[in-house]
């Protein structure tokens, strides 16, 4: 239906009297309905009926004598793929004249459009010799890719760029030097050297991680990736970054990073358990805890606060972490935190029954832990029972960990303890 209108419109519009006006101001109407004819013309180009839209706009040059609405009917013509009838055009405008640039460009254009790629470097050149253009720079060196001159057009390039160092031309100077003419080492210094002059850009960058990927360049990788999280803080990016640190194994530079960014505070609390940081993990377990409410942080804060204690013995240490043991136990029921619980009251003498209960409690959900079964009779050895704990902990030593040095440790212990009170009643 629209079309049918705009048909309509073009009779009524090419029956009307054509004139040309002189001597208008800047944005003043050339005829009453120039604002109307503007409008459907648009409304023609975003319906994508180019030969509409050259026809309504060819209409307003002809009655306004304003040049942007000739630039407009070329550009449709282009559109609508009419190389000839741009050409025509502006020879009839230019009678072969370098005079008006954007007419020339336009004819450029249409002749590579039709792939008269001679005749349109020719003509190129000419226009770039009057312009000093940058783009007419870049529209000679896409002539010459196209005609696979892939060092002339990187010359005509290289003279654009020195111009403004505009970052799209290098762009375009890294990947005929790494396409097209294998110089792969050149483009990437090329890129390196406007980043460090001109700063590593959203363009530069990407293109260099493109080329140190292809490369498989892991420190190129990661030198580019870094740059560009100064630039855009995104997770994706912070994520990259993470992964090389770790395939690198270079945990000292991934904490630093994600100390800085704070970008993953949970995988920072993992590196510092892993790196036995325990101070900075139960600082930040705490914060994880406050923001997130998980009773789980919590319960760790109070581990890693007692861990990394170089005094255990230190009675303010102490009450901070069974007071915080306790809130987790009484919500969340794990053996890890009951045990803990547990060791602490029994090992520091604090309430040895009470902390048995704990371990009991433990082994209620896993009975078969070594670690535990230690735990409880480390409990009965405190309350001189050794007799009662060499028979848990002998058990306890024959499941999976009861090698642990700690576990044989307090074996030993309570065996002596065991042979003494054997001894003991001998004598009596």
């Given amino acids: 239906?629209?079309?049918?209108?705009?048909s309509l419109f073009l009779i009524l519009l090419f029956s009307g009297c054509v004139s040309k006006t002189e001597s208008l101001k800047p944005n003043e109407k050339a005829f009453a309905q120039e604002d109307t004819y503007i409008l459907f013309a648009l409304r023609a180009q975003e319906l994508k009926d180019y030969d509409s839209a050259s026809s309504i706009f060819n209409t307003l040059y002809e009655k306004s004598a304003k040049n942007e609405y000739l630039y407009k009917s070329l550009q449709n013509d282009l559109a609508a793929n009419k190389n000839a009838d741009v050409v025509s055009k502006v020879n009839r405008e230019t009678d072969g004249k370098i005079e008006d640039f954007k007419l020339i460009r336009l004819k450029i254009v249409a002749l590579i459009g039709d792939q008269k790629y001679e005749e349109a470097r020719v003509l190129s050149i000419k226009l770039v010799e009057k312009s000093k253009d940058v783009n007419?720079?870049?529209?000679?060196?896409?002539i010459y890719v196209k005609q696979k001159k892939y060092d002339t057009a990187l010359k005509y390039l290289e003279s654009a760029y020195t111009k403004d160092y505009n970052e799209k031309i290098l762009d375009?100077?890294?990947?005929?030097?790494?396409?097209?003419?294998?110089?792969?080492k050149e483009a990437i210094a090329q890129l390196e050297t406007h980043a460090r002059m001109h700063g590593c850009?959203?363009?530069?960058?990407?293109r260099l991680i493109g080329f140190y990927s292809n490369e498989n360049n892991i420190d190129g990788l990661?030198?580019?990736?870094?740059?560009?999280?100064?630039?855009?803080k995104s997770d994706d990016i912070s994520k990259k970054i993470v992964q090389i640190y770790a395939y690198k194994k270079e945990y000292i530079k991934l904490m630093s990073f994600l100390q800085k960014s704070g970008s993953d505070d949970e995988l920072l609390f993992q590196v510092y358990i892993n790196a036995k940081k325990y101070k900075q993990a139960s600082k930040l377990a705490k914060e994880l805890y406050h923001e997130t409410g998980d009773i789980n942080y919590l319960g760790q804060s109070a581990i890693f606060e007692y861990e990394s204690h170089k005094n255990k013995a230190d009675k303010k240490m102490q009450d901070?972490?069974?007071?915080?043991?306790?809130?987790?136990?009484?919500?969340?029921k794990k053996p890890l935190y009951l045990n803990y619980l547990g060791y602490l009251l029994i090992d520091h003498s604090i309430d040895i029954k009470g902390g048995m209960g704990y371990i009991r409690e433990?082994?209620?959900i896993e009975p078969n832990s070594a670690f535990y079964l230690d735990s409880l009779a480390w409990g009965y050895y405190k309350l001189g029972k050794c007799e009662k704990a060499y028979k848990i902990i002998s058990k306890a030593k024959k499941l999976e960990g009861g090698d642990d040095p700690e576990v044989l440790k307090h074996l030993k212990t309570i065996k002596k303890c065991k042979n003494k009170k054997v001894k003991d009643k001998k004598k009596k």
């Fill in 136 to 142: 007419d720079y870049v529209l000679v060196s896409e």
């Fill in 201 to 206: 850009s959203q363009i530069i960058c990407t």
């Fill in 1 to 6: 239906m629209i079309k049918i209108f705009l």
């Fill in 362 to 364: 433990a082994l209620i």
């Fill in 320 to 332: 901070s972490v069974i007071k915080n043991l306790k809130k987790v136990v009484n919500i969340e």
């Fill in 172 to 184: 375009r100077m890294s990947i005929i030097l790494y396409v097209n003419l294998q110089r792969n």
């Fill in 222 to 232: 990661l030198s580019v990736y870094l740059r560009m999280y100064e630039l855009e």
